[in-house]
C-alpha cells in the first residue's frame, strides 16, 4: 500500500510563489517507488501533468505551461518530493495531486494520468488576478 500526502497549497496574488510537498510511504518499503509526479487539475478539466522525478532525484521532466516557472525535486531521506512553483499566473489555480510509479522497463508516456498508480487527496492551489 503506498500512500501520497500532499500539503503547501494555499490562496497567493499573481506573481507570488508556493511551494508544495508530498510526503509519501509504502508497506513495502519506499524503495519500491521509482518515480514521483505531480498532476494537476481545474474544475470542469481534465487532470494535467505538472512536472515528474526520480525518487533518487534524476530524470526530470515539465509539462509545457510550467516550464521555466516550476521546479521540482526530491529528498528521498525525508520520502518528500517538493514542487516550488514561481510566478504563479491564474491558469495555474486548480487541485494539485501527486502520484507514483515503480520501476519498469520499457519506454512509458509520463504526462497521461492512466499511466501513474497511487493519488493523494490533493491540495488547493488559488491564483487571484
Known amino acids: 500500500q503506498v500512500q501520497l500526502v500532499e500539503s503547501g497549497g494555499g490562496l497567493v496574488q499573481a506573481g507570488g510563489s508556493l511551494r508544495l510537498s508530498c510526503a509519501y510511504s509504502?508497506?513495502?518499503?519506499?524503495?519500491?517507488?521509482?518515480?514521483v509526479a505531480w498532476f494537476r487539475q481545474a474544475p470542469g478539466k481534465a487532470r494535467e501533468f505538472v512536472a515528474t522525478?526520480?525518487?533518487?532525484?534524476?530524470?526530470?521532466l515539465y509539462g509545457d505551461p510550467v516550464k521555466g516557472r516550476f521546479t521540482i525535486s526530491s529528498d528521498y531521506l525525508k520520502n518528500t518530493v517538493y514542487l516550488q512553483m514561481n510566478s504563479l499566473n491564474p491558469e495555474d489555480t486548480g487541485v494539485y495531486y501527486c502520484?507514483?510509479?515503480?520501476?519498469?522497463?520499457?519506454?512509458?508516456?509520463?504526462?497521461?494520468?492512466?499511466?501513474?498508480?497511487?493519488w493523494g487527496q490533493g491540495t488547493q492551489v488559488t491564483v487571484s488576478s
Open positions: 502520484t507514483d510509479a515503480a520501476r519498469r522497463p520499457g519506454d512509458w508516456d509520463v504526462r497521461t494520468p492512466q499511466e501513474w498508480q497511487n
Open positions: 522525478v526520480t525518487r533518487s532525484g534524476g530524470g526530470t
Open positions: 509504502a508497506s513495502g518499503g519506499t524503495s519500491t517507488i521509482d518515480r
